[in-house]
């Protein structure tokens, strides 16, 4: 079964900070790594994903993760926070052997303080 | 990019009453939609994945006589609350994959109904 833990329910960082936010997996086999941010009464927007190649995965928004297999980890960072970043940010994780269902960790709140 | 419409985004009923939520993927075929539940300050929980001319897939836990999900074409998925109740009370998202697409492929969401039964 997968799953994953978000280490950090919420992180207050000021403005024009980095931020990075901790995620690690867990699964029998090869997985597909995702992170989506949630604005307040929205769905998920997708930020980034890792299917294969390269461990280094940029996406929107200035946002980059970093998947590291021996570690199980997927951590999302930013070198730069704006005040519009201020929303929760959730990990998923999916993979063939659960026929391909998102699994989402407890997501993290980032609150950006001027 | 592919766009997810989620319709109504509020909705407030009384108890005892059903609520029909509807997920449309506006360009594209969804072969597959899920449906997702969140309770405030928390993460999504898959209620169920459906399939398009198929039955619905009920995760643990889930009420299948509560939470009818309807998938009658491609571009459109239905979650009915039958009966709802105060508990009911929730954000409930859909999400699709594009047909046409790896299995790999990034869901599309939609933005969400927040349900208040009173």
């Known amino acids: 079964a997968q799953s994953v833990t978000q280490l950090d329910s919420q992180v207050p960082v000021f403005e024009e900070a980095p931020v990075e936010l901790r995620c690690n997996y867990s699964?029998?086999?090869?997985?597909?790594l995702f992170w989506y941010v949630q604005y307040p009464n929205q769905g998920l927007q997708l930020l980034l994903k890792?299917?294969?190649?390269?461990?280094l995965v940029k996406g929107i928004n200035g946002f980059e993760a970093e998947f590291n297999k021996s570690q199980t980890s997927f951590h999302l960072r930013k070198p730069s926070v704006h005040i519009s970043d201020t929303a929760e940010y959730f990990c998923?994780?999916?993979?063939?052997?659960?026929?391909?269902?998102?699994?989402f960790g407890g997501g993290t709140r980032v609150l950006v303080k001027p | 990019g592919a766009v997810v419409s989620q319709h109504p985004s509020r909705v407030i009923c009384k108890s005892g009453t059903s609520v029909k939520i509807e997920c449309r993927s506006l360009?594209?075929?969804?072969?597959?939609m899920f449906w997702y539940r969140q309770f405030p300050k928390q993460s999504l929980m898959l209620m169920a994945t459906?399939?398009?001319?198929?039955?619905?897939?009920?995760e643990q836990g889930v009420e299948k006589d509560k939470f009818l999900i309807n998938h009658a074409s491609l571009t459109l998925s239905t979650l009915t609350v039958t009966s709802a109740h105060p508990e009911d009370s929730s954000f409930y998202i859909c999400?699709?994959?594009?047909?046409?697409?790896?299995?790999?492929?990034?869901?599309?969401f939609g933005n969400g109904t927040r349900l208040t039964v009173t």
């Open positions: 699964s029998s086999v090869s997985v597909y």
């Open positions: 459906s399939n398009e001319g198929s039955k619905a897939t009920y």
């Open positions: 890792y299917l294969s190649g390269s461990t």
């Open positions: 360009d594209f075929q969804a072969t597959t």
């Open positions: 999400s699709a994959r594009d047909g046409q697409t790896k299995y790999n492929s990034p869901l599309h």
């Open positions: 998923a994780v999916s993979d063939q052997a659960a026929g391909n269902k998102l699994t």
